[in-house]
């Protein structure tokens, strides 16, 4: 048997407790693949982070739902980043580069005067594919009715490291209503069977906020709904300058919020700037953490 020691951070807020949690393990080196899987399974939280070296960047991460690896997560990113920084392990970096299965991305950090940590993660470039399926078989599989789209929105897949289908909706009052049923997921989106499914809107709780979602998982992933999503909300940012208003300029920044519904409110800063070829997506948050926990592998 072998102990495991996983750190818990809420991601995404600097209040525990609120926010996103990821573990944290920090002797991602000593452990096999399988041995990763194990704990993000016994963990149970929708992503567990691994730190591991890199000959490519400042270090790697693998990232682990409780059912398979992901190419990128940004909530497990933001606390991963600070749990290093703030153990004295990343020392006076304030820019540095990650390897992930989505490609090698930059970070920066930037320590204010009440010496909160907040992390700037760029993203991989937006993507968008047309979703065809059932749009009443999919507003049924979350507890909605199709009138409760918006009418002048396209659903779409989006990626900026991770696929999920962009939902949008017209008023904020359906997300209450909501009632994921994951399981149905998969023979909806023929098209990205192992898509996550992300519903928005444009009105919010928070008149500071741009823009309201939730985050209903694959059911490969082994979770039902994932409190405040880094990559979805980056890729919202790109769909808000693709398909709602594409006259940004240079650039755009937006605050999404999450997580009300579960009572894991949160909050992930988007910029979206314009590249060369597409937009490009930085997401900007905080973490804080919780507790340690112990894992037995093996048992």
């Known amino acids: 048997m072998k102990q495991v020691k996983v750190y818990h951070y809420d991601a995404f807020s600097s209040t525990p407790n609120k926010g996103n949690p990821a573990g944290v393990v920090l002797t991602g080196d000593e452990l096999t693949e399988d041995e990763m899987q194990e704990i993000a399974f016994k963990v149970g939280f929708n992503e567990t982070a691994f730190p591991v070296k890199s000959d490519r960047a400042d270090f790697r991460i693998r990232f682990f739902t409780p059912g398979h690896e992901m190419n990128l997560c940004g909530h497990a990113t933001m606390a991963t980043v600070y749990a290093l920084k703030s153990k004295g392990l990343l020392g006076d970096k304030t820019d540095l580069t990650i390897e992930t299965n989505a490609g090698i ?3 920066n950090l930037d320590t204010t005067d009440e010496n909160e940590i907040y992390i700037t993660m760029k993203q991989a470039a937006p993507q968008f594919k047309e979703f065809a399926g059932s749009k009443e078989a999919l507003m049924h599989a979350i507890g909605l009715n199709a009138s409760d789209l918006h009418p002048q929105l396209p659903i779409v897949y989006g990626s900026t490291g991770t696929w999920t289908l962009l939902i949008p909706i017209k008023q904020l009052d359906a997300f209450q209503k909501m009632m994921p049923r994951n399981k149905e997921f998969p023979s909806i989106l023929t098209e990205m069977p192992k898509s996550s499914v992300h519903p928005f809107c444009l009105e919010t709780f928070d008149s500071n906020t741009d823009m309201h979602a939730r985050h209903f998982s694959s059911p490969y992933s082994g979770t039902i709904e994932d409190a405040v999503t880094g990559t979805a ?10 398909y709602i208003n594409n006259n940004i300029g240079d650039s755009l920044t ?8 579960i009572g ?13 070829e597409s937009f490009e997506i930085e997401i900007t948050g905080n973490a804080v953490f919780v507790k340690e926990m112990d894992v037995l592998l093996g048992v």
């Open 105 to 107: 991305l930059p970070i």
């Open 254 to 261: 937006l605050v999404v919020e999450q997580g009300h519904e």
């Open 233 to 242: 909300s980056g890729v919202m940012g790109a769909y808000y300058a693709t």
């Open 264 to 276: 894991k409110d949160g909050r992930v800063a988007v910029n979206v700037s314009k590249g060369n």
